[in-house]
């Protein structure tokens, strides 16, 4: 089977993560590229040796360009800040060598267009991390969505929720400094991300952005804890998203519920294996929501175990992204999402900020 040489920049958390999925995917999933850990970028070369001889890759490098431009390199995945995005795609693309970057694509507006551009400029295989939407249990919502299982779509709530920043003493850090670093720029572009997945483009949206704790022990707060989202996606379906850095009590609180004229799905990442399905029709005395328990008979589940209801887990996530990759450069045709997919977040995510400062309601299509 054929090797391709992969190359990670960043070895934190979504490097270790990405580490591990490109070294697990070939045996889990029989792709027919196999990974081959190639080289690690880190920001000194202390830390890159580290993660080097933590995950198995053959070299480690401080300097991205150096790990851009090496020949053996041949895909990259990018698990550093926004800030970094545009400059390691644009040159990675140019040498036709395709990208799997980390969500949200880019530090802008400006710098996720022109990723977009450059990478369909070059004919090259792009992707943007949003993993959650992988997990079997969604990916089948999707497809009974697809299906018309639910009828036509008349609304969607949604919400990234998690208390990492719940209690007002907890000390300020580099996630309390920056935009990018705040609810909108971590948290919200997975909800959204899902919003567009499962129910398609949205046309306009109203939005409150805020900081609760303007202070904490250390420093001054400059980004926002939580926002909510009206929206009003092109389909006609109304829509509302929460998302929140200080949700008391919510660890992983990914989580959905849609109505159809025929059904209705419920969803929450702190049970990812199962999902709650609602047919409407039989005798009203036995409708009700049925608890299904995901299993080889959903998307992309039965590769990590062929028992039902035993369940998968969130590195698992990430080992279906890496297939879809090495699928997406093996084929030659694109998966979703791609950096254009990436791009429309970011575009939902302008108009929203815009919304919270003017106080309206703004069209996706203006951004």
Known sequence: MPEIGIGIVGGGYMGKAHSVAMSAVGAVFNTVLRPRLEMICASSMESAERYRQAYGFHRATEDWRGLVNDPAVEAIVIASPQS?????????????????????????LDDGRAMVLAAEAAGV????????????????????????????????????????????????TWRTTGM?????????????????????????????????????????????????????????????????????????GYAYEISGTK??????????????????????????????????????????????????????????????????IHTGKAIWPTFRDGHEVNRVLAAALASSEQRRWQEIGDF
């Open 125 to 172: 295989t792009n992707m943007v991390g949003f993993n959650y939407v992988r997990t079997p249990a969604t990916q089948y919502a999707r497809q009974l969505i697809t299906d018309g299982e639910l009828g036509d779509i008349t609304w969607f709530r949604g919400e990234h929720t998690e208390d990492f920043y719940a209690d007002p003493q907890a000390p300020a």
């Open 84 to 108: 970094t995005h545009r400059q390691i795609a644009e040159a990675a693309v140019a040498l036709g060598k395709p990208v799997l970057c980390e969500k949200p694509l880019g530090a802008s």
């Open 180 to 252: 990018a670093n705040g609810t909108m720029g971590d948290l919200a572009p997975h909800m959204v991300n899902g919003a567009l997945a499962l129910i398609g483009p949205i046309a306009a949206v109203m939005a409150e952005v805020e900081t609760v704790h303007h202070t904490r022990p250390g420093g001054d707060v400059t980004n926002d804890d939580h926002a909510q989202i009206m929206c009003r996606f092109e389909n006609s379906a109304m829509g509302n998203i929460y998302v929140s850095r200080i949700s008391t009590g919510r660890k992983m």
């Open 263 to 328: 059904g209705a799905i419920r969803f929450d990442q702190e049970d990812q294996n199962a999902l709650w399905y609602y047919r409407h029709d039989g005798p009203e005395a036995t409708r009700g929501f049925t608890k299904i328990l995901t299993g080889p008979a959903h998307p992309d589940y039965e590769p990590f175990c062929q028992g039902p209801g035993h369940g998968t887990g969130y590195q698992d996530q990430i080992i279906i992204e890496a297939k879809d990759f090495l699928e997406a």
